[in-house]
């Protein structure tokens, strides 16, 4: 396969690294995408294998701040294959129970979620549409298995990543004539800075018993899937939601 061009949201750590190096694995040039994390992100560009990968930045609740970044992308690595939408925030700012919240608390709570979960992902999905719209390409979005299940401590967070499910599907219809496949993965917990802390503490272990292999995902595991949905045979998957939970939440 020849190298193409691919940007990766929130890759200075956790999944999006995960996925930042699978694809320089198999010689693609990849963007990294941080907010505030230079250091991190200038670290994983050095390590990666092959060459002309860049870091980009931008706050992804920042509309022209997403379409400026996606465009340099575009420019350091000559032209965007594929868009991974993998930034997200579970919690932050921090969640309140709804019986707990109050009123401004609710609705800043649902805001921000909603700003970078569902806007970012999709100001990236349009500015990304506007390289690929002559040659083709893929978008993956990172859902979450929340989606399905229900969040009921973050229902901002299971809601947006529904929401990013439903976009994801209504534009594998309307891109598939531009020969822009979209699909996403639907992650259950995985062992990432993100949820550190949940598995340390006195539920990690309930959490690992939520699937019948007790224990959570590695970022690798969920990067392969993504990787292969950027794959040329692949394209029959679009639209499709990959979950990726260890059967601890099977849908039918
Ligand atoms: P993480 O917190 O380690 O990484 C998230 C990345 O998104 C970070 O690099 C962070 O800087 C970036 N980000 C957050 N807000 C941003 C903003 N406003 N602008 C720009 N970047 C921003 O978490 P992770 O576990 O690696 O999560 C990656 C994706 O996987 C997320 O979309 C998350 O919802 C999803 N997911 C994670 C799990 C899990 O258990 N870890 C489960 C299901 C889905």
């Known amino acids: 396969m020849t190298s193409r061009a691919v940007l990766v949201t929130g890759a200075s750590r956790g999944l999006g690294r995960a996925v930042a190096k699978r694809f320089a694995a198999g010689g693609d040039r990849v963007a990294v995408h941080h907010r505030d994390t230079a250091a991190l992100a200038a670290q994983l560009v050095e390590e990666l294998p092959g060459d002309g990968h860049v870091v980009v930045r931008a706050d992804m609740a920042d509309p022209p701040a997403v379409r400026a970044m996606v465009d340099a992308a575009a420019d350091g690595l000559g032209g965007l294959d594929v868009l991974v939408n993998n930034a997200g925030i579970y919690g932050s700012p ?6 707990e919240a109050g009123y401004e608390q609710w609705r800043e709570m649902w805001r921000h979620t909603f700003d970078v979960n569902l806007f970012g992902a999709a100001n990236a999905c349009w500015a990304a549409v506007q390289h690929m719209r002559a040659g083709g390409g893929r978008i993956i979005n990172v859902s979450s298995r929340g989606a399905f299940r229900g969040e009921p401590e973050q229902p901002a967070y299971g809601a ?3 929401a990013m499910n439903a976009m994801a599907q209504s534009l594998a219809v309307a891109l598939a004539p531009l020969g822009i496949a979209v699909a996403s993965v639907a992650p259950g917990f995985i062992e990432t800075d993100m949820t550190n802390e949940h598995l340390k503490a006195e539920r990690g272990a309930a959490i690992r018993a939520q699937s019948p292999y007790n224990r959570v995902a590695q970022p690798d595991e969920v990067a392969a899937a993504v ?6 045979e692949a394209e029959w998957a679009t639209g499709a939601i990959i979950d990726m939970n260890g059967a601890s939440y099977l849908r039918t």
């Open 227 to 232: 990787h292969w949905l950027a794959t040329p």
């Open 94 to 99: 921090p969640a309140v129970p709804v019986l």
């Open 160 to 162: 947006s990543k529904a």
